[in-house]
């Protein structure tokens, strides 16, 4: 696989688009996607410079989450904000990176990142709950670079 077209399907674009959904329906965290094919950065770096273009670091309560993936490098991270890292368990984020590394191990791409959406829409929604004057902030699509 050497293409960001060939990571996943449009259907299977339209199911991780659809997890987002559906793991921001019950917070006012966001979560994003960010597929690119190459960065000569270190991995955690760029993430955190996709987040900050993405202008998740704008996010009301401070709770956006990234998960960043570089398909031809074979890696990916999941990058919280502020907001979100000062309230999650200690473990929560390599538990869910080890939740979408099974599935990548296994070339299941979408089952990868909707296990990590839902994983994290779950954090989200017990540390910020949805409230009636919550609007989505960010863009559900997936980005790509």
């Known amino acids: 696989m050497s293409k960001v077209e060939d990571f996943l399907t449009a259907s299977e674009e339209q199911e991780v688009v659809g997890a987002i959904l559906e793991a921001e329906k019950n917070t006012s965290g966001e979560i994003r996607v960010h597929i690119e094919a190459h960065t ?84 989200l929604n017990s540390h910020f709950p949805w409230q009636s004057d919550d609007t989505n902030e960010l863009s559900n699509e997936i980005s790509k670079g």
């Open 40 to 123: 000569r950065k270190e991995h955690y770096e760029r993430a955190k410079e996709v987040f900050h273009l993405l202008k998740m670091d704008n996010t009301k309560q401070e709770n956006g989450v990234l998960i960043y993936v570089a398909v031809n490098d074979k890696k990916f991270v999941i990058c919280g904000d502020k907001g979100i890292d000062a309230v999650v368990p200690k473990d929560f984020w390599q538990s869910t990176r080890n939740s979408i590394q099974r599935h990548f191990e296994k070339g299941e791409f979408k089952e990868g990142l909707v296990a990590g959406i839902i994983k994290a829409g779950e954090e």
